[in-house]
């Protein structure tokens, strides 16, 4: 299986000598690739952390490695019928007024809630081992050049991320050499290539490249289909 840095020299054409610069474009393309998929694709490379007195009570949104667990798509709690409540999300500044138990917002088993702070992920009641909690969520990996695979990702959507970190590198190529004869070909080839790849996933691309405001899926979308203008 060849590396990522040589399926991007094999789209490029030419080899792009800023491997540090490369990895970041992977790591880009993972996230702005996850922030646009349907959810139907999410389903496919989401994952579930548990809550409980063996595993800690509480989710960073950062793990020891520094690779992001961003995009959480909800959190549930069991209940004393151990049945997974979903939580409803609150902000800091609510966390004493659901803790009261003679205040209307207080949380129950039946009625959890969760909160972020300093980039940690709490539930209250405090899941136990009895009455855990679920998060589900989409990890934002980092991916290096010489890596072969992106850990959990389908080979489509693999495929993506490389395509993207290929626009991103030959627009560097770009900037330094300046060949636009060599450049602009490639990078308008790549991004037709990423656009019929994003409509096959099932995301509206004529749609979102109109968008000029809106939702931040349509914005980060739009910054995607805009490399090579």
């Known amino acids: 299986m060849a590396t990522f840095q040589a399926q991007i020299v094999d789209l490029v054409g030419t080899i792009y000598e800023d491997t540090a610069a490369m990895s970041q474009f992977l790591t880009d393309g993972v996230r702005q ?13 989401m994952t579930v952390h548990t809550l409980d007195d063996n595993d800690g009570v509480t989710f960073s949104l950062n793990d020891s490695g520094g690779h992001g667990r961003g995009n959480i798509l909800s959190v549930t709690r069991e209940n004393t019928q151990s049945i997974k409540q979903v939580c409803r999300q609150i902000p800091l500044t609510l966390v004493s007024r ?25 539930v209250i009641p405090t899941p136990t081992n009895s009455q855990p909690a679920e998060v589900i969520y989409i990890p934002l990996t980092s991916v ?17 991320v490389v395509l993207y970190a290929a626009i991103r590198s030959a627009q560097a190529l770009l900037a330094e050499e300046e060949d636009t004869e060599l450049y602009v070909p490639v990078i308008n080839t790549l991004k037709a290539d990423f ?35």
Do not use: C, H, W
């Not at 922030?35 to 490379?45: A, G, K, M, S």
């Open 33 to 45: 690739l996850v922030n646009v998929l349907p959810q139907n694709r999410l389903d496919d490379i």
């Open 98 to 122: 659901v803790q009261d138990t003679d205040d209307l917002m207080f949380a129950s088993t039946t009625d959890p809630v969760y909160y972020i702070s300093a980039g940690v992920l709490n």
């Open 144 to 160: 290096a050049f010489g890596d072969e695979q992106i850990n959990g990702f389908p080979n489509d959507l693999e495929y993506m």
């Open 195 to 229: 656009k019929q790849a994003l409509s096959l996933l099932g995301v509206s691309v004529g749609r979102a490249e109109e968008a000029k405001s809106g939702g931040n899926q349509q914005a980060m979308l739009n910054q995607m289909l805009e490399f090579g203008r």
